[in-house]
């Protein structure tokens, strides 16, 4: 995939000041109502100082984002994020990118992987930020939708063979956590919709659109979404199969009752005695 060969294929380039931009999926939510560090720089999403001369993106969906920061104040910010983090990840998701400012060249990534940037500002690096972090993301739920594609096959087998019982309903709460957690952190990322300061700005829509392409935002998300529909139909159907069951054993039990009231109406005007 595209943003599996930027990350794989990126190497520091010699004799130019490259930056390097890490992105980390933390936890399900990062509560930044109480988070305080300074004065930000920015909102929307979050903006602060990160070491001597790095910043930091934080995203409300779980991830953060770091830029020119030192391993060193990379651990200090994790550390001190680590109270707002909702549901930590044992193994978080992460990407990476370099990035060398050029003055007299123009935005693109090179065959290296490398982002060439004409200048850099906040909001430039809110963008590269926004890409790596529903990167990340994605990521999560790719891994996550392996999981479900998995407990779907075990669910369709189930339905093959006829089987019944406690197993079923197992199945169906697996998928279920799976599909809430989906559902509510796909909502909240949004991956379709682009950073607020592309709006307005040319220069940021179009970076915006290049990286979005080259990571395959769009169309993981849409991979996403067709195992997501694969799944629903297939626990509707097994819930409807259960149903007619039910409705089906109902209706023998009240034949089986209306049997035996004939069969002990019979007992009595015809028996013995």
Sequence with gaps: MAHRAVRSHARRVKQEAVVLVRARCVGTRLNLRDFESGEPLALHPLTIRAGERGLAVLFRFGAAVLIDVTPIEEAALF????PFVVEPFDTPEREQIEVVVEPTGEDRLDANGVLRLRSASVP????VAHVLAKSTELARHEQQAGALGDRVERLALELQRGARGTRGRELLHEIGDLLLA???TVNRVEVADKPESTWDDPRLDRLY???AAEFELRDRDRTLERKREVASRT???????????QSLRVEWYIVILIVVEIVLLLYELF???
């Design 182 to 184: 989906q559902v509510r």
């Design 209 to 211: 659109e290049h990286l």
């Design 271 to 273: 028996g013995p005695g």
């Design 235 to 245: 626990v509707e159907t097994y819930l409807d199969l259960r149903q007619n069951r």
């Design 124 to 127: 430039l690096w809110q963008v």
């Design 79 to 82: 550390a001190s994020l680590q």
